[in-house]
T-cell receptor
Framework: DGGITQSPKYLFRKEGQNVTLSCEQN?????MYWYRQDPGQGLRLIYY???????QKGDIAEGYSVSREKKESFPLTVTSAQKNPTAFYLC??????????????FGQGTRLTVV | AQSVSQHNHHVILSEAASLELGCNYS??????LFWYVQYPGQHLQLLLK??????LVKGIKGFEAEFIKSKFSFNLRKPSVQWSDTAEYFC?????????FGAGTRLTVKP
């Protein structure tokens, strides 16, 4: 089964705890992205990565961290420094790396609720 | 700041009406342009894309979009909407390796 897998679909955490959202892909895509979706604000870019061991901050990186140790995986950690972490998080991939003119493919998302 | 602007937050149409959703961006240079759709409870799907060539691009489900470079615009159109087009529509711009989205337009089509 090919595609992008985000897990879990729903996640609940207590305030002050770090939490890591998983994103795995078997599309052999170089580029991976994390977005946050809030009602009325569209998708805002958190971090993106073009190759293994390299990533760049997006527009709202504060309070988040990522790693890209493997091509297939791009986990996002929501830290306690993120002031308003409750949101819907989307992972995406594209062919990237020298082929920037390609579309992004999206996972099903993880809805994080911090209580 | 560079941005992607979608002018309409919520559009309500009756079936068979024509649709035009606006999208403007402020990135200079060569960009790639996209429209995505998110049906209720589903993940984002690509409707159409523009990389180069003919500025009028056709997508799935009868949608089309026109790239007007001088206006930094990429408006989405459909001649006759159906109830099943009820969804949220997002314009996206890829100025380089990153991809930026607009705030989205919620379309409600009344039967």
């Amino acid at each position: 089964d090919g595609g992008i897998t985000q897990s879990p679909k729903y996640l609940f955490r207590k305030e002050g705890q770090n939490v890591t959202l998983s994103c795995e892909q078997n599309l052999n895509h170089d580029a991976m992205y994390w977005y946050r979706q809030d009602p009325g604000q569209g998708l805002r870019l958190i971090y993106y990565s073009q190759i293994v061991n390299d990533f760049q901050k997006g527009d709202i990186a504060e309070g988040y961290s990522v790693s890209r140790e493997k091509k297939e995986s791009f986990p996002l950690t929501v830290t306690s420094a993120q002031k308003n972490p409750t949101a819907f998080y989307l992972c995406a991939t594209s062919m990237g790396q020298g082929r920037w003119n390609t579309e992004a493919f999206f996972g099903q998302g993880t809805r994080l609720t911090v209580v | 700041a560079q941005s992607v602007s979608q002018h309409n937050h919520h559009v309500i149409l009756s079936e068979a009406a024509s649709l035009e959703l606006g999208c403007n961006y402020s990135y200079g240079g060569t960009v790639n342009l996209f429209w995505y759709v998110q049906y209720p409870g589903q993940h984002l799907q690509l409707l159409l894309k523009y990389f180069s060539g003919d500025p009028l691009v056709k997508g799935i489900k009868g949608f089309e979009a026109e790239f007007i470079k001088s206006k930094f615009s990429f408006n989405l159109r459909k001649p006759s909407v159906q109830w099943s087009d009820t969804a949220e529509y997002f314009c996206a711009v890829k100025p380089g390796n990153d991809m930026r989205f607009g705030a989205g337009t919620r379309l409600t089509v009344k039967p």
